[in-house]
């Protein structure tokens, strides 16, 4: 396991003060609402880049091997868990970790926000632009309807949704031209909000940006059953 501290020392970590403005590209096949997911701003750039700081030197960040295809692969980004419950995703186990300070006050405002109470987060640690996650839905059997609120701390990233399924994929592409149903480039203090039929119906990814240097803390906050 690698300390937050010493690894956010080795890159040097320094607050975010440029930022790029945050773009949402949307074929036009169905209207914005008509999506379950909602993309908001929730803290400021000062706080946000202040939080990120905090949560730097709170959590233990760690690479995990999960399965694909039966394959044990390290994940290219690392993670940890913080819950009174278990979870688990491909095929990995992770075990109950109290929620830290600071996530504790970002939970309250999440949940202020949404009208939602959580009780299991997956933080994710992108170092630079080459760590990434693939299209993927976060519709494990752990998981109740899914209701997932992704915050974003730190480096400003890609992040898109597409249709899961191949059929309704290649009939959004056949009508826009892209493959894709959308993209945001998220600010740090941004809040993207998953709902109703987000996992059944579409997968979502950070793809590789080797452009960006600097780091991203996202946390996921997640509704479990016991």
Known sequence: MIPA???????????????????????????????????????????????????ANELDFAQN??????????????????????????????MPAPFSPTVLEIKAAVETKLGVTFDGLLCNLYRNGHDQIGWHSD?????????????????PRKFRFRHKYRASRDAHRAATGSGWVAEYVLQSGDLVHMYDNCQSAYQHSIPCEKTVKEPRINLTFRVLTN
């Open 139 to 155: 519709d494990e059997k752990d998981l109740r309807k899914p209701n997932i609120a992704s915050l974003s701390f730190g480096a």
């Open 65 to 94: 091997t999960i399965f694909v295809g039966g394959r044990a692969v390290l994940e290219r980004r690392l993670t940890c868990w913080q819950s009174e419950l278990c979870y688990t995703y491909s095929g990995t186990r992770r």
């Open 5 to 55: 501290t010493r690894l956010f020392q080795m890159q040097q970590i320094k607050l975010f003060q440029k930022t790029i403005p945050a773009t949402r590209l949307i074929p036009r096949m169905a209207e914005p609402d008509e999506y379950p997911w909602e993309h908001c701003r929730l803290f400021d750039t000062k706080t946000a880049d202040a939080l990120f700081t905090r949560l």
